[in-house]
């Protein structure tokens, strides 16, 4: 049984740049979440989509966004890129449902020059 | 909103040493908490949980108890092994009717344990 995966595993962009990370979910998941963890830091939560719909949004800009496709399977966009940005994004899974727990998968590393 | 407080690192134990990493919580209604450890390069594995009070979550020899009154939620292990050595993180999620959405996570603890 296949965890959630991510793709790319590390990525290299320059200020300004859009970048585009992808997270497929534990199998029997459908609901998808992700998290941006800068160097030394906790995670930090930026949104949530279930049923191909943004369902819950934390403190980030609107440079920030994503999708969720039928199968699941989801997209994070970053545009216009600052060096800030530079982190491990991780994208969790879970089962819809009472008391279901968040898996995560091995994360993308970006670092924007 | 919710928020956790956990003890900086990094932690430094001599194999087969008693861990504590303290954890403290604040948050309205029952969250559910957590605990997730990363290893060197890789992404957060979850190694235990408690959904509420007085829950005990255990795991591979570490265990933390859900404990209402001091909004704690300490991690502890009798005999620390080198492949301990990692970053702990404690979390808490909304509890509405039960369904655990957004994780809100301390800063994160690194365990070093020496042979």
């Known amino acids: 049984d296949a965890g959630v995966t991510q793709s790319p595993t590390h990525l290299i962009k320059t200020r300004g740049q859009q970048v585009t990370l992808r997270c497929s979910p534990k199998s029997g998941h459908d609901t998808v979440s992700w998290y941006q963890q800068a160097l030394g830091q906790g995670p930090q939560f930026i949104f949530q989509?279930?049923?191909?719909?943004?369902?819950q949004r934390g403190n980030f800009p609107d440079r920030f966004s994503g999708h969720q496709f039928p199968n699941y399977s989801s997209e994070l966009n970053v545009n216009a890129l600052l060096l800030g940005d530079s982190a491990l994004y991780l994208c969790?899974?879970?089962?819809?449902?009472?008391?279901?727990?968040?898996?995560f998968g091995p994360g993308t590393r970006l670092l924007v020059l | 909103g919710n928020s956790v407080t956990q003890m900086e690192g990094p932690v430094t134990l001599s194999e087969e040493a008693f861990l504590t990493i303290n954890c403290t919580y604040t948050?309205?209604?029952?969250?559910?908490l957590f605990w997730y450890v990363q290893y060197p390069g890789e992404g957060l594995q979850l190694l235990l949980k408690a959904t509420k009070a007085d829950d005990k979550g255990s795991n591979k020899g570490f265990e933390a108890t859900y404990r209402k009154e001091t909004t704690s939620f300490h991690l502890e292990k009798g005999s620390v092994q080198v492949s301990d050595s990692a970053v702990y993180f404690c979390a808490t999620g909304p509890n509405y009717g039960g369904a655990t959405n957004k994780l809100i996570f301390g800063t994160g603890t690194l365990l070093a344990v020496q042979p």
């Open positions: 989509y279930y049923e191909e719909e943004e369902r």
């Open positions: 948050a309205t209604g029952y969250p559910s």
């Open positions: 969790a899974s879970r089962r819809s449902g009472r008391e279901e727990t968040q898996y």
